[in-house]
C-alpha cells in the first residue's frame, strides 16, 4: 500500500481525490454494516421509457421505431440516488446467442441535471447466457444525483432475448418523493408573496369559473366548466393534467373576452392539440406553429406522433369543419426561442407544457416575455408548463426538459410587472382532495394523473395569464 500523502503537502487534486475515497469507504462502511441494501426492496424501471417507442435491438420491445442509437437495447428513466450503493438488476428472459458483447453504462446527472461521465462495462454475451440472463451492475450513488441504465449491443452481436427486465435498489424511493411534496406543501408553496409581489401572489383556491394564474387541481375537475369545454373538445372529461391545459386555456381565453368571432389567435408548439380547431369553430383566425420538421430537436416529437407539421395533421375534423379551418388558420414553423418579428397584432398567445422543452429556465422565460411582442396592446398570453412540487430551490434547470419553481414565475412576474404588463393574480393551491397528493411514477397513468414524478421531483401542470400593457 502506498503512504498516504501528508495533508500540508498535498495537491488540490490530490485533496479532492482523497476526499473522494473516504466518502466512498465511509458509504461502503454504512451500506456493509446496516446491511439495507440487501432489504431494501427493488423498484421495477420500465426498460424503454426514456426513448419510448424506439425499437429495441435486442428484444424487439420497446416500439416501431429506429433508434437514434446504435445497437439500442434498452434505456431506463433517470432515478435520484437516496446516497448509497445503487443496484440495477438485470433479466434478459429467454436470452440466446454466442457473438458480440452488451455494453451497460450507468449515465448520471449531477444535482444541476449536468451530465457527469457514466460508469461503463461491456459484458460478453455468453456469459451473461451463462448466469441464465441475469446480471447485476452497480455504483455508489451521490445524494441529489440522478442515475439511468443504457444498454447497447455490439456491431457482431447475435443476441436476442424474449423480453427485459430492470429493477433497481438504493433508488430515492416514493415515500421520499411524498414526504418532499408534503414538506413543499405546508412550506414554500404556501408561503404569502413578498415586496411587489405581495398584491400577485395570493392564498385562494384555484377555480375554473373565475381562472387566474393557477396550477391543475382535482376540484377543478369537478367544475360544470370542466365538463362543458371537454364536450366541445369532444373528449370525455377524465382527471389528467394534459386535459385541464387544454380547458384551462380555453376557459381563460373565453372568461377575459379573447375567445369571440374575428379574434387573431398565435399558438406555439401547437403538435395535434385540439385548440386551433375549436379557436377556428369559434370564428378566430390563428396562426398555428411548430417546429420545422426538419429541424433536429423536432424529431423526439415526430417520432411519438406529436409534431404539427402542417395543417392537414392539425386539423380536427370533430371539432371544425374543413372549409372554415382552412379559411381561419394557417401554418408556420417557429423556433420559440426565435420568434419572427413580422408575428405581431395577435389578440391572444397560448401553448400548452411546450416552453420547458426550449433548453433551460431562462430560455423558457425568455419566451413567454417575447410571447407578448406579437400581441395587441391589452392582448392575452395564456401558457401552461411544469411547476417543481418539491424544491423551490433545485430542479431541472437545463435540458430536453426544464421545471419550474416557484420562484421562476415569481421572477417572470416581477419582470413583466416592470415593463408595464399586467400580470393576473398567481395562487399556489396544490388542492386539497386525495387525488391531488398522489403521485404518478412512470410509466404514467392515462386517466388519473394530475401529480407525477420527473426524476427526484414531484411535478404538476401550471398555467399562467397576462395581459400586455395598453
Not at 435486442?58 to 421505431?65: A, C, F, N, P, V
Not at 423480453?163 to 408561503?191: C, M, V, Y
Not at 360544470?224 to 366541445?232: A, D, G, H, L, S
Request: aromatic residues 8%.
Amino acid at each position: 500500500m502506498n503512504a498516504p500523502i501528508p495533508a500540508q503537502a498535498a495537491s488540490s487534486q490530490e485533496k479532492s481525490k482523497l476526499r473522494l475515497y473516504l466518502t466512498k469507504a465511509v458509504r461502503w462502511w454504512r451500506d456493509r454494516r446496516s446491511g439495507s441494501r440487501r432489504e431494501e426492496p427493488a423498484m421495477a424501471l420500465q426498460p424503454f421509457s426514456f426513448w419510448p417507442g424506439q425499437i429495441s435491438a435486442l428484444s424487439g420491445e420497446g416500439g416501431d421505431k429506429p433508434s437514434v442509437v446504435p445497437g439500442y437495447a434498452f434505456h431506463t428513466d433517470y432515478v435520484s440516488s437516496a446516497g448509497g450503493r445503487l443496484t440495477y438488476t438485470l433479466r434478459l428472459v429467454g436470452l440466446t446467442g454466442s457473438r458480440g458483447s452488451l455494453i451497460l453504462s450507468i449515465n448520471m446527472l449531477d444535482e444541476n441535471s449536468e451530465s457527469l461521465p457514466p460508469k461503463t462495462r461491456s459484458i460478453p454475451i455468453e456469459k451473461i447466457v451463462a448466469s441464465n440472463g441475469v446480471l447485476e451492475f452497480s455504483k455508489l450513488g451521490a445524494p441529489g444525483h440522478s442515475y439511468a441504465l443504457l444498454g447497447t449491443l455490439s456491431d457482431d452481436s447475435d443476441a436476442r432475448a424474449e423480453s427485459i427486465e430492470i429493477s433497481l435498489t438504493g433508488g430515492d424511493s416514493p415515500d421520499a418523493l411524498r414526504q418532499r411534496f408534503e414538506a413543499a406543501r405546508k412550506e414554500f408553496l404556501s408561503a404569502p408573496g413578498k415586496g411587489e409581489l405581495r398584491k400577485i401572489v395570493v392564498k385562494r383556491r384555484a377555480t375554473l369559473e373565475d381562472p387566474i394564474s393557477q396550477m391543475c387541481t382535482a376540484a377543478q375537475m369537478a367544475e360544470p366548466t370542466y365538463k362543458r369545454w371537454c364536450e366541445r373538445m369532444d373528449d370525455v372529461p377524465i382527471q389528467h393534467r394534459k386535459q385541464w391545459e387544454f380547458v384551462f386555456i380555453l376557459r381563460a381565453l373565453e372568461h377575459y373576452g379573447a375567445l369571440r368571432p374575428g379574434a387573431r389567435g398565435l399558438g406555439f408548439g401547437v403538435g395535434i392539440e385540439p385548440l386551433s380547431s375549436i379557436f377556428a369553430a369559434a370564428g378566430c383566425s390563428v396562426v398555428a406553429t411548430d417546429l420545422a420538421a426538419d429541424d433536429d430537436r423536432a424529431r423526439a416529437w415526430s417520432d411519438t406522433d406529436q409534431l404539427g407539421a402542417n395543417l392537414r395533421q392539425i386539423h380536427n375534423p370533430r371539432l371544425c369543419d374543413e372549409a372554415a379551418f382552412f379559411e381561419r388558420v394557417s401554418y408556420r414553423a417557429v423556433d420559440m426561442n426565435a420568434i419572427p418579428a413580422d408575428l405581431v397584432d395577435f389578440d391572444f398567445t397560448w401553448s400548452s407544457c411546450a416552453y420547458e422543452h426550449l433548453g433551460s429556465i431562462e430560455a423558457g422565460l425568455a419566451f413567454f416575455e417575447n410571447s407578448l411582442k406579437c400581441l395587441k396592446p391589452g392582448g392575452l398570453a395564456v401558457h401552461t408548463t411544469e411547476l417543481n412540487l418539491s424544491s423551490n430551490n433545485l430542479t431541472l434547470e437545463k435540458g430536453g426538459t426544464v421545471i419550474f419553481r416557484r420562484r421562476d414565475f415569481e421572477d417572470l412576474a416581477l419582470r413583466l410587472l416592470e415593463a408595464g404588463h399586467e400580470v393576473f393574480p398567481i395562487t399556489f393551491d396544490s388542492g386539497d382532495s386525495e387525488l391531488d397528493r398522489v403521485i404518478d411514477l412512470p410509466p404514467y397513468a392515462n386517466d388519473q394523473h394530475l401529480k407525477l414524478q420527473l426524476m427526484r421531483w414531484v411535478a404538476t401542470s401550471f398555467g399562467m395569464i397576462v395581459r400586455k400593457k395598453a
